[in-house]
């Protein structure tokens, strides 16, 4: 009697005396005439590369790492304990360090690469490869429910699977040419945006340095007007003091005058003198308030003058600057509109070319479609008749020649020289006379063209004599019997 205890990520699986078929405890008693396993429930990776073939006949590598590991439940151990503890042959060999069954072994994992194997072909064979590749989280959830279905019955669980990258297999370049579609298409679209980037950079360039140039020319006129206000302000006020000036100038030249006055009332001999002296004051002051008010029109006159000509000299420079800029603007746009257009032109010519390649490409492989089916049909003349066949020439000939001799009203008239009733005259030599004629005539065309005549009209003789037909002609019987037989 022992007493034994399991590891943690294991359990005990006990037979023997006294159970019916298996026990699955973490710790026991073991009697006698009783046996003790123990079964890791310790997952294990198994990485596997499935190839398979969607339903457009497309095979390709499915690499897949699936997580498997026994369910931690009593009822799936048992399962497991009775199926997949032994080796293919029965005997509990693989075992740990520790004396535990481990889970990786072969014929698990063999079992195990079947059913993901069966289950995952299953589902690809009903998908197109477009499916597949669009919809991988749908497909790996729909393998993961599949496969986990058919590991219930063994106690087995799927912890994880990470299907990874789909490859192409053999020569199938499907993925490849995928990533580089779409390599080319972003890298022509990264293209497209950067020139289109840097053209509205350069637009927008140009537009804020023409804005600039405008702003300054417009404060540069704005200057120069409040510097001609501001020279007209001080005109006026200098205007203002010098009227000032004379005022008090007067003023001062009455009191003297009125102090005079005082001076000549004392002094009565004086007055005349004193009136004298009056009087050329008064015309000296009159004198110098005319020479005055001249002077200061004259400097007014010249300082608006000038004004007036500093003004119309920055708007002038300012309509010659505006001109210029607009110009410039002007030839830089039909700059970059013709590099635009010749790079239009240059994408055109490159689409034309690859469309001519294909076209080429095309009528190439339908030259050698039209050869390979000239000798399935016993050369040229065979192709043709098949071509004619299908293109209902005959038929259209046909039609022609009824519709040209339509409406012609023919009169055969056939005469016999022959006395009338007399034996031996035959009245339809002339169209036996016609007939013979044929041979000679289509066997004339055959040296000269090397064209033969259908052989619903006439076949030539041979060596094998006129009533045997040769092997090529029995097939190309055969061939015309059966478009007739389509045909209708």
């Known amino acids: 009697m022992w007493f034994h205890v399991s590891e943690p990520n294991s359990y005990l699986a006990v037979t023997g005396a006294g159970i019916d078929k298996v026990k699955i405890v973490k710790k026991a008693l073991i009697l006698p005439f009783q046996k003790v396993a123990k079964i890791s429930i310790t997952p294990f990776d198994f ?15 499915l690499p897949a790492v699936f997580t498997i590991g026994p369910l931690d439940e009593v009822s799936a151990l048992e399962k497991y304990a009775v199926l997949l503890t032994g080796d293919s042959d029965g005997q509990l060999k693989s075992t740990t360090k520790s004396g535990s ?6 014929h698990v994992q063999d079992i195990v690469k079947g059913i993901i194997e069966g289950e995952t072909r299953s589902i690809v064979s009903n998908m197109t490869m477009e499916e597949l590749f669009n919809n991988r989280r749908l497909f790996k959830t729909q393998v993961i429910e599949c496969v986990q279905k058919e590991l219930d019955q063994f106690g087995l669980r799927i912890y994880n699977a990470n299907v990874k990258e789909l490859q192409d ?7 490849k040419s995928l990533s580089r579609k779409a390599h080319e298409g972003a890298q022509s679209q990264a293209q497209v945006d950067v020139a289109n980037a840097r053209m509205i950079g350069q637009v927008g360039e140009a537009e804020k340095q023409g804005e600039t140039k405008q702003r300054i020319a417009k404060v540069n006129a704005q200057t120069a007007v409040l510097e001609t206000e501001r020279k007209v302000e001080k005109a006026v006020a200098d205007q203002k003091l010098k009227t000032k000036e004379i005022q008090i100038q007067r003023e001062l030249n009455l009191a003297q005058i009125a102090a005079e006055r005082a001076a000549q009332q004392t002094d009565a001999e004086l007055q005349r003198g004193v009136e004298e002296k009056r009087a050329g004051m008064e015309l000296e002051r009159l004198r110098a308030t005319t020479v005055t008010q001249a002077k200061i029109a004259r400097e007014s006159a010249e300082q608006k003058a000038l004004a007036d000509y500093l003004s119309n000299t920055k708007k002038t420079d300012a309509a010659l600057y505006q001109q210029r800029a607009e110009a410039d603007a002007v ?4 700059t970059k509109d013709a590099e ?20 080429a490409a095309g009528i190439a492989e339908t030259a050698k479609a039209y050869g390979e089916l000239a000798k399935v049909l016993g050369g040229p003349q065979g192709l043709m008749q098949y071509l004619m066949l299908q293109t209902n020439t005959y038929e259209k000939l046909a ?16 005469w016999n020289t022959g006395a009338a009733g007399a034996e031996g005259v035959d009245s339809m030599a002339p169209i036996r006379n016609l007939f013979q004629t044929l041979p000679p005539l289509l066997s004339t065309i055959q040296d000269q063209t090397g064209m033969q005549p259908p052989s619903w009209l006439a076949r030539m003789g041979g060596e094998e004599g006129v009533n045997e037909m040769s092997q090529q002609e029995k097939v190309r019987a055969k061939q015309e019997a059966l478009m007739n ?3 209708h």
């Open 47 to 61: 990485s596997m590369a499935l190839q398979a073939m969607t339903s457009e006949k497309l095979q390709f590598s």
């Open 331 to 334: 030839a830089y746009r039909g």
């Open 485 to 487: 037989g389509n045909g």
């Open 340 to 359: 635009v257009a010749a790079l239009l032109k240059e994408r055109d010519a490159q689409a034309n070319y690859i469309v001519k390649q294909k076209e």
């Open 399 to 414: 039609n022609a020649n009824a519709k040209a001799i339509n409406g012609l009203q023919p009169k055969i008239n056939v």
């Open 101 to 106: 069954i481990g889970t990786g072994r072969n």
């Open 169 to 175: 297999l053999g020569d199938s370049r499907y993925f």
